[in-house]
């Protein structure tokens, strides 16, 4: 079993829906979590921390559930320029695990 | 600005040819690593270095070797690359050895070995 486990989707909605991404992770001793994003060819980048009491920046709402061991994320009034791969990441101290990641496509 | 430096971004060889790729950081991190990334596989990390001298087998060590001399350079050495070598590699860096702040990545090294 992978230690962080995602859909790989493709996710394909139309601009401005409202789309959710879960993950599941297997090491209850997880200590951070975060949600990176990859854009095709490029290297990922830092989208959001995830806190244990919920966070939320701008359209990007996540949330942590350690008793199911899952991670979420929201993405609220969808934008073309959303369109990317979503990479959920588990990390004990720097034992970082990184999930295979998500596909969204945000159509016109 | 603050980046992650790799290079080269491409490049293409034979079997059996050492090879190095390099990596750089501006942000007086700690912590460096090294990952490679395979279509359905994710991220899986090759090396870590948690500060000069520093340094540890990650989940796919195997055909690898790292050095980290100065806080700010972690090359990847392959000494004789091999066909299943072939892949997207990223150097990652990290504030600290806690990981609270996540990674910066450099742009990454796509490598075909032939």
């Known amino acids: 079993r992978k230690e962080v486990e995602q859909d790989p989707g493709p996710f394909n909605v139309p601009e401005g829906a409202t789309v959710a991404f879960n993950c599941t992770y297997s090491?209850?001793?997880?200590?951070?979590f975060f949600w990176y994003r990859q854009d095709c060819r490029k290297e990922p980048k830092l989208l959001m921390s995830v806190y244990s009491s919920g966070n939320e920046d701008g359209r990007f709402t996540a949330q942590l559930n350690r008793a199911s061991q899952y991670i979420s994320l929201l993405i609220r009034d969808s934008k073309l320029s959303d369109s990317a791969t979503y990479l959920c990441?588990?990390?004990?101290?720097?034992?970082?695990?990184f999930g295979a990641g998500t596909r969204l496509t945000v159509k016109p | 600005e603050a980046q992650v430096t790799q290079n080269p971004r491409y490049l293409i060889t034979v079997t059996g040819k050492k090879l190095t790729v390099t990596c750089s950081q501006n942000?007086?991190?700690?912590?460096m690593s090294w990952y490679r990334q395979d279509p359905g596989l994710g991220l899986r990390q090759i090396y870590y270095s948690m500060n000069v001298e520093v340094t540890d087998k990650g989940d796919v060590p195997e055909g690898y070797k790292v050095s980290r001399k100065e806080k700010r350079n972690f090359p990847l050495i392959l000494e004789s690359p091999s066909p299943n070598q072939t892949s997207l590699y990223f150097c990652?860096?990290?504030?600290?050895?806690?990981?609270?702040?996540?990674?910066?990545f450099g742009s990454g090294t796509r490598l075909t070995v032939v």
């Open positions: 090491n209850s001793a997880s200590q951070s």
């Open positions: 990441v588990r990390g004990n101290n720097n034992d970082m695990r």
């Open positions: 990652a860096s990290s504030p600290n050895v806690h990981g609270r702040y996540g990674y910066t």
């Open positions: 942000m007086n991190h700690e912590y």
